[in-house]
């Protein structure tokens, strides 16, 4: 896939954008998670608003509270009631998915794919919106990338992505396991014999604690003794505009002392244009490829700890590059109780983002 020229659109301009994705067919079919990111209603409340009820499945995964704090299950039953009230007004039909029970939890989101292909027939569906705005990384990666890859899948694909850094910020994570990489993208990272020679790190900065990033680094250093660089990746331009800088300032000791990052390899990528870093990751691999072309193959190995459209980002460049993807496997997540969850929410942005279908079909009619 390529997606040098795409089509987005965000919220006041999402309606037509959906009304162009669904054109003449009569059913449209929204994937998203159920559990206590309040992101969560917001696309299909949108959604519904735009498309008739009789022509709009929605189908959850529930995704349970996240934790057994008041807080985080006080939000899943708050986005629980305000689908219920989306669909009593709107009528459209809704399906809830549970979390497959898994021997290893890395494999849920291969499992779950499954599952919603055979279940929902995914492959036959004109127009599918899979909304990832409460969905983690290692359950729509998978699922977006399975999607992708179906040839027999030939309707259009669309991200619904409901953005906001400030909750990002605010949702904390507990009990980090072992780093690992994401079901689906490990790209022959850790073969013994196929695997790349030369290893390029590409942790994408946000909300991370250093206890993550040094999990993945020491992963990566003691399975792959040959990581050659790491080029840690800052939001900028961001709304705040000096995130790019507090990010540095909070991981100072794991990057300056610990990682050694060179100041010259940090790069910079649009906080709310994902196709910005699936470029900027292109180019690195680029790069490095040429450089190191004479010492053997060469992957670059991003690791998303960021923004949910900046993880879009490396998304499409794992899947357009056949990029390992690295992560830190978390057994609960919970939400801040100090954040004004009504006022942050109004600072959101729904952004819809058309990965394959009709505009791909002939590349002169894509445009940004």
Known sequence: MSWERYVSAVD??????????????????????????????IGIEK????????????????????SSRPTTIALAQRNR????????AHGFIWTELDLPSVTRTESKGLVLTRQLMQETKL?????VVVDISSLPTD?????????????????????????????????????????TTVPG????????????????WAPVLGSVDPEELQKI??????????????????????????EADNIVLRLRRFLSDEARVDPQNYIYAAESNPFDLYRQIGALQGRYQRVLGPLGPTKIVPSSHSSKM???????????????????????????????????????????????????????????
Not at 227 to 238: Q, T
Not at 336 to 352: F, G, I, N, R
């Open 12 to 41: 006041a301009d999402a309606d037509a954008l959906i009304r162009a994705a669904i054109g003449e067919s009569d059913r449209l079919l929204v994937i998203s998670g159920m559990g206590f990111d309040p992101r969560g209603p």
């Open 47 to 66: 959604i519904s608003q735009v498309v008739d009820g009789n022509a709009l499945e929605v189908v959850t995964i529930d995704l349970g509270p996240g």
């Open 81 to 88: 009631t305000a689908v219920q009230a989306a669909r009593a």
């Open 123 to 127: 492959a036959e569906r004109p127009v």
């Open 139 to 179: 359950l729509y990666f998978p699922i977006v990338r399975a999607m992708l890859e179906d040839k027999d899948f030939r309707g259009n694909l669309l991200l619904a992505v409901c953005e906001n850094p400030e909750i990002d910020r605010a949702i904390e994570k507990e009990g980090a396991e072992s780093a």
């Open 185 to 200: 993208y490990r790209a022959g990272l850790f073969a013994e014999t196929s695997g790349p020679s030369n290893v390029v």
């Open 217 to 242: 680094h020491t992963e990566l250093v003691n399975r792959r003794a040959n990581l050659v660089e790491i080029c840690p990746v800052l939001p900028f331009p961001a709304k705040n505009p000096r």
């Open 310 to 368: 900046l993880s879009v980002g490396v998304l499409l460049a794992a899947v357009s590059y056949d990029l390992p993807v690295m992560q830190v496997v978390r057994s609960g997540y919970w939400f801040t109780e100090t954040l004004d969850v009504d006022a942050a929410l109004e600072a959101s942005e729904l952004h819809l983002i058309w990965l394959a279908g009709d505009p791909y079909n002939d590349t002169e009619e894509a445009a940004c």
